[in-house]
């Protein structure tokens, strides 16, 4: 994992396009896994996550892990930056052996209280597919809808440029929520996509939800796009996300 990640780096970085970004992109490296123990996942978390956030040196923008519905953890790594990405790929094998040696009764119960093998991808954030509340934090909601689906490699432009037009006349409506994209660049093919719908809870979302479709009605441009969107989509996943407390 750590080669091909290299690997795809130096391709990244030797576009110049890639250079003329004013925003850095944010990066996202998923962890799957399961656990036989979620209380003892639950315990261990928090001292994981703020020794990984104190000793990547800023690297490292937040740290979230998530229990699903489907029986899932979903530990979540988010990175701004290529040359971030970089360092953290270059670093990681190192660290994981220096959190051993210091937290090694925390380490030795968590990886006894793994259930299966971890997946590891990396993601990235499409920004133009993406419409965040101001001030938007992880921490500030407990529950998210993830949807994962793929789309045809040569349907991508016009998928993205489909809900780009979504979240613009979504925008002129006067909504404001959590639409959150990404795409796979590694670990997954780079055609995989998924949706992130952070709320409250669950049942804020549906109530958001409903409210929201509520106002759409009668709007058939809309309409049109929800539906062209829908049809170049093909579903892999749908899961329900309850985020585990950082502390």
């Known amino acids: 994992m750590k080669k091909s990640l290299l690997i795809l780096l130096v391709i990244l970085w030797s576009s110049p396009f890639i250079f003329a970004q004013e925003v850095p992109k944010t ?7 399961k656990v036989h123990d979620l209380n003892l996942y639950k315990k261990n ?22 229990s699903s ?9 988010f990175i701004s930056g290529e040359k971030n990405l970089g360092d953290y790929a270059s670093q990681r094998l190192t660290l994981s052996k220096k959190i051993s040696e ?3 009764e925390v380490i030795k119960s968590s990886r006894e209280n793994e259930a299966d093998a971890i997946t590891r991808s990396t993601w990235v954030q499409i920004k ?21 689906f793929t789309v045809t490699s040569n349907k991508i432009t016009e998928f ?17 929520y959590n639409y959150i994209v990404y795409q796979a660049i590694e670990g997954y093919s780079n055609n995989t996509f998924m ?3 952070p709320d409250n809870s669950r049942l804020d979302y549906y109530t958001h939800q409903t409210a929201r479709n509520e106002k759409r009605k009668g709007n058939q441009k809309m309409t049109d796009l929800n539906q062209k969107a829908s049809k170049l989509r093909n579903p892999i996943r749908i899961d329900y996300l309850t985020r585990i407390p950082n502390n």
């Not at 519905?69 to 790594?77: D, Q």
């Open 27 to 33: 990066y996202m490296i998923l962890n799957e896994s």
């Open 45 to 66: 978390f928090p001292i994981i996550r703020n020794w990984w956030l104190k000793n990547t040196n800023q690297l490292v923008s937040n740290r979230a892990s998530h």
């Open 69 to 77: 519905e489907m029986g899932k953890i979903y530990s979540l790594i």
């Open 102 to 104: 210091e937290l090694p």
């Open 128 to 148: 133009n597919n993406t419409m965040l509340v101001p001030d938007f934090k992880i921490e500030n909601y407990e529950f998210r809808k993830l949807l994962l």
């Open 160 to 176: 993205e440029s489909t809900i780009e037009e979504i979240l613009k006349e979504e925008k002129a409506i006067g909504f404001n």
């Open 195 to 197: 949706l992130l719908l």
